[in-house]
C-alpha cells in the first residue's frame, strides 16, 4: 500500500474547535493532495501541497508536508458543523497520475 | 459547467446478473478514472484511461469488471456476472492538466443481493 497508517480514523468535536488529522506514506512523492467526501458525495479536493512548499494554507485550512519523515498533516481551525465529512489524504505513485488514497478520517462536529 | 455525471445513483443486483455503470467526465477532461469505495477497503482504482486509452487497470479486478471509454465523453463500467462481495460505491472521477486533481461524480450505490 502507498500508505502508512492515517491518526484518528474518527473523532468527535464541537463548532469552533480545532483539529489535526495526519497521514504518512511509503513511497517518494512530491505532491499531496488532501480531500473531503460529505456523505452522499465524491471527494472534493480542499488543499494540494507540493514538497518545495512545507506548509499551504486556504481558508481556515493549513497542511503540511515533510518528505523526510513522509508525512503530512491537515488543520482545520473554527470549525463548524458543515466541516463534518471524512478526510483523504492521497498522491500519485511517481510517474503515475492514478490517485491513490489513505483511510481517511471521519470529523463529526456538532453545533 | 457540468461535473462528473454518474448513472444511476443507485443500483440493486441478482447475483450472477450483469450490471453497466455510465459516466459523464467534465467536458474537455482527458483523463478518466473509476473507483470502487467500501468502508472495509476504502478507494481503490479500478481503471484510469487518458485519452480513451486504458492506462492502468486494477490488477485485482480484471476477471468481471471491464472497463470502457465509447468516446471521450462517455465511460462504462461492467460488471459481468455481479457477486454480493460487489456491493459498494462505484466512483468516476476525470482530471485534466499536470496538478492531478481529480473531480469526482457522486458515486453508483450498487446492492448484489
Known amino acids: 500500500s502507498q500508505w502508512g497508517e492515517e491518526n484518528l480514523q474518527a473523532l468527535s468535536i464541537q463548532e469552533g474547535e480545532d483539529v489535526t488529522m495526519n497521514c504518512s506514506y511509503k513511497?517518494?512523492?512530491?505532491?499531496v493532495q488532501w480531500y473531503r467526501q460529505k456523505s452522499g458525495k465524491g471527494p472534493a479536493l480542499i488543499i494540494l501541497?507540493?514538497?518545495?512548499?512545507r506548509e499551504k494554507r486556504s481558508g481556515r485550512l493549513r497542511a503540511t508536508l515533510d518528505t523526510s519523515s513522509q508525512s503530512s498533516s491537515l488543520s482545520i481551525t473554527g470549525t463548524l458543523a458543515t466541516d463534518t465529512a471524512v478526510y483523504f489524504c492521497?498522491?500519485?505513485?511517481?510517474?503515475?497520475?492514478?490517485?491513490?488514497f489513505g483511510t481517511g478520517t471521519t470529523v463529526s462536529v456538532s453545533p | 459547467d457540468a461535473g462528473v455525471t454518474q448513472t444511476p445513483r443507485h443500483e440493486v443486483a441478482e447475483k450472477g446478473q450483469t450490471i453497466i455503470l455510465k459516466c459523464e467526465p467534465v467536458?474537455?477532461?482527458?483523463?478518466l478514472f473509476w473507483y470502487r469505495q467500501t468502508k472495509i477497503q476504502g478507494l481503490e482504482l479500478l481503471s484510469y484511461?487518458?485519452?480513451?486509452?486504458?492506462?492502468?487497470d486494477g490488477g485485482a479486478f480484471k476477471d468481471r469488471f471491464k472497463a470502457e471509454m465509447l468516446n471521450s465523453s462517455f465511460s462504462t463500467l461492467k460488471i459481468q456476472p455481479t457477486e454480493p462481495k460487489d456491493s459498494a460505491v462505484y466512483l468516476c472521477a476525470s482530471s485534466f492538466g499536470d496538478t492531478g486533481q481529480l473531480y469526482f461524480g457522486e458515486g453508483s450505490k450498487l446492492t448484489v443481493l
Open positions: 513511497t517518494y512523492t512530491t505532491v
Open positions: 492521497a498522491t500519485a505513485l511517481q510517474g503515475g497520475r492514478a490517485l491513490i
Open positions: 501541497i507540493r514538497s518545495n512548499e
Open positions: 467536458s474537455g477532461h482527458n483523463d
Open positions: 484511461f487518458r485519452s480513451k486509452s486504458l492506462m492502468e
